[in-house]
Nanobody, 120 residues
Framework: QVQLQESGPGLVKPSQTLSLTCTVSGGSITTSYYRWSWIRQPPGKGLEWMGVIADDGSTHYSPSFKSRTSISRDTSKNQFSLQLSSVTPEDTAVYYC????????????WGQGTQVTVSS
């Protein structure tokens, strides 16, 4: 059974960098059939895809976040991380990590989500 667990601070001040980590168990982040995404949901809005890291470590970002986002990984810990810089209150959201099946471009496992509030 694959499990994903987000971790990181629940409160970030404006202009700071938001940093979250997703710890994966039950499957390797270097397996070639999958990619690993960060997705968020602001209050009252739909899901927003932020970016993805592939099995080879390559990354791809949504144009909406590209200038402020970095996704990296630590294969020794089977983790991947999100950094979002220069946050504003509009970045307040529930942040999810998820596994995407490459062949069908669909997500099969999600973390439970972590609430991040941007406030001074």
């Amino acid at each position: 059974q694959v499990q994903l667990q987000e971790s990181g601070p629940g409160l970030v001040k404006p202009s700071q960098t938001l940093s979250l980590t997703c710890t994966v168990s039950g499957g390797s982040i270097t397996t070639s059939y999958y990619r690993w995404s960060w997705i968020r949901q602001p209050p009252g809005k739909g899901l927003e895809w932020m970016g993805v890291i592939a099995d080879d470590g390559s990354t791809h970002y949504s144009p909406s976040f590209k200038s402020r986002t970095s996704i990296s990984r630590d294969t020794s810990k089977n983790q991947f991380s999100l950094q979002l810089s220069s946050v504003t209150p509009e970045d307040t959201a529930v942040y999810y990590c998820a596994r995407q099946v490459v062949s069908i471009s669909s997500y099969d496992y999600w973390g439970q989500g972590t609430q991040v509030t941007v406030s001074s």
